[in-house]
């Protein structure tokens, strides 16, 4: 029995400036620019995948756990995506362990695709450059696509890029405060779709956002933390202003997540320290530097019970 086999690792990244709708649906084309930092090992994913002609269909095993239903499917319907595009004919079997624990309510689909994109092509032994292996990861999962990069990522139209090298800004840390552990009700790929049809808003972010991913760029190239706080904060709340403004509304932020941004509000009185973000769920990105990471998990742990802190 021939088999490919390889094994990837990715870490997850989380957007300064938010990805959020679609101008195709099934490409998944993003209808504005993104701005991201890929995160570090305590958040990635690492994935084995072993194509085989004996295997009669796709199979997944996720952090321990054989897994039948929409995931395998999502998984099954992007290595359709590879099986088309490299006019592979096997099956395969992926095995995939977050360094994150399981069910603490951190998203994994950008790490989740982007380590099986890069797996399923060494697996499969085709030479691919990083923009066509961006492009790969993009039909798994959008965000995904900015995961192939480490360092600082941006992503417009079909493949994303690296803008800066992690060694730019080593310092700059994303404090992970997980509030639920619980999966989130909707999907963001119901949820923004949604977004598109129905929110003003977001008609409105659409003609602002790119100004924004310019200052993103320029605070992170001059190390303007400040700058950059303050604009990703802004960022932040305009997409869940957004969420809040489509019909029916989407809520992701909890009571938590309110008083984490009043704590983070409190602890930028004299200076400006650190600067939230919340994707599609309730855990809060706090973005702060190396030296201020203590101090803002133990301010955070003593205003708020009940949550666990990743250093990403
Ligand atoms: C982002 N998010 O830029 C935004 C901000 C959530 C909030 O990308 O449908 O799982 O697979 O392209 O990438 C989450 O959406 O959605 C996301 P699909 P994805 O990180």
Same mark, same amino acid.
């Given at each position: 029995?021939?088999?490919?086999? *390889?094994? $990837?690792? !990715? &870490?997850?990244?989380?957007?300064? #400036?938010?990805?959020?709708? @679609? ?91 982007? *380590?099986? $994109?890069? !797996? &399923?092509?060494?697996?499969?032994? #085709?030479?691919?450059?990083? @923009? ?181």
């Amino acid at each position: 029995m021939q088999t490919k086999k *390889a094994t $990837a690792s !990715a &870490s997850s990244n989380i957007a300064f #400036i938010k990805y959020w709708g @679609k101008k195709d649906e099934e490409k998944i084309i993003p209808m504005n620019t993104s701005v991201s930092m890929t995160l570090r090992d305590s958040v990635s994913t690492t994935t084995t995948v072993t194509f085989s002609s004996q295997f009669p269909k796709d199979t997944l095993v996720l952090n321990g756990k054989k897994e039948v239903g929409k995931k395998l499917e999502k998984v099954s319907q992007f290595l359709d995506v590879i099986r088309k595009k490299f006019a592979v004919h096997e099956h395969a079997a992926v095995e995939s362990q977050n360094s994150f624990p399981t069910g603490c309510g951190m998203a994994s689909s950008a790490s989740g695709f982007a *380590a099986l $994109a890069m !797996a &399923s092509v060494e697996a499969l032994g #085709i030479a691919i450059g990083k @923009k066509e292996l961006s492009a790969l990861a993009r039909r798994g999962s959008g965000s995904a696509c900015r995961s192939v990069y480490t360092g600082f990522v941006t992503w417009s139209g079909s493949f994303a890029e690296q803008i800066y090298e992690k060694s730019h800004w080593p310092e700059l840390r994303d404090v992970i405060v997980v509030i639920d552990a619980e999966e989130k009700k909707m999907s963001s790929r119901d949820a923004m779709k949604r977004t598109v049809e129905t929110s003003g808003a977001y008609k409105k972010r659409l003609t602002v956002v790119d100004d924004r991913v310019e200052v993103v760029k320029q605070a992170i190239g001059q190390k303007d933390f400040p700058l950059l706080a303050k604009t990703i904060m802004e960022d932040s709340d305009e997409f869940h202003a957004c969420l809040k403004d489509t019909k029916p509304s989407v809520t992701y932020l909890t009571e938590k997540s309110y008083k984490i941004i009043d704590a983070v509000r409190r602890m930028n009185t004299d200076q400006v320290i650190v600067g939230y973000t919340f994707d599609a769920g309730p855990n809060a990105h706090l973005i702060t530097l190396e030296e201020h990471v203590e101090s803002v998990a133990q301010n955070i742990k003593e205003c708020i019970g009940g949550v666990s802190i990743i250093i990403g």
